[in-house]
């Protein structure tokens, strides 16, 4: 057998490159040390000495959340009927702005002419029972008859139409004798 597998050589063959070698053992991790430590104490902290803190700072974080028109409404009070205008841009809007699934858009007078020669009872009685693909009521079942009424004479009007505005029927035994 051969003793060739015993030999081993190593990379340092000069003391000068043994000295070097120890030093660059003992100097790499001190400088990579440093470094880390340099780059936890020193990077962006952004609550360290801010004005994160502030009322103001605190007010333009949370501003978009508490504008967003929420209003609380008492579930015991009478309700409020909204103007024809108001339901449309809450609940038809979304298929008469823009004419989805065969709804004449707002404003386009040949769309709404033929429907406008039906009547003012029978546009009224579609958007209350629904037609084709609009649903009852535009798919807002919390509508009063009259602000769907009320839609619709917007609409209309607006399309080329001239119906009146509904008339609120106030029940006999809601007015209080004074």
């Not at 003391?15 to 660059?24: F, R, V």
Request: charge should be negative; charged fraction near 20%; aromatic fraction near 6%.
């Amino acid at each position: 057998m051969s003793d060739a597998h015993d030999e081993h050589e190593s990379a340092i063959k000069t003391p000068k490159q043994l000295i070097i070698a120890i030093l660059a053992a003992f100097v790499a991790p001190i400088i990579v040390i440093v470094l880390l430590v340099k780059f936890v104490t020193f990077g962006f902290l952004p609550n360290a000495g801010s004005d994160a803190q502030t009322p103001e700072a605190i007010a333009a974080r949370i501003q978009p959340i508490s504008d967003m028109g929420y209003t609380f409404k008492d579930a015991s009070a009478p309700k409020q009927l909204l103007s024809g205008e108001e339901i449309y841009k809450s609940t038809c809007v979304a298929c008469h702005g823009a004419g989805v699934a065969g709804a004449p858009k707002l404003g386009d007078v040949g769309a709404w002419a033929p429907r406008l020669k039906t009547g003012y009872d029978k546009v009224v009685g579609n958007a209350l029972n629904g037609l084709n693909a609009m649903p009852a009521k535009g798919g807002n079942a919390d509508l009063d008859d009259i602000e769907v009424a009320r839609a619709v004479v917007y609409m209309a009007n607006q399309s080329g139409g001239n119906f009146k505005e509904p008339e609120v029927k106030v029940p006999a035994d809601t007015i209080v004798a004074k």
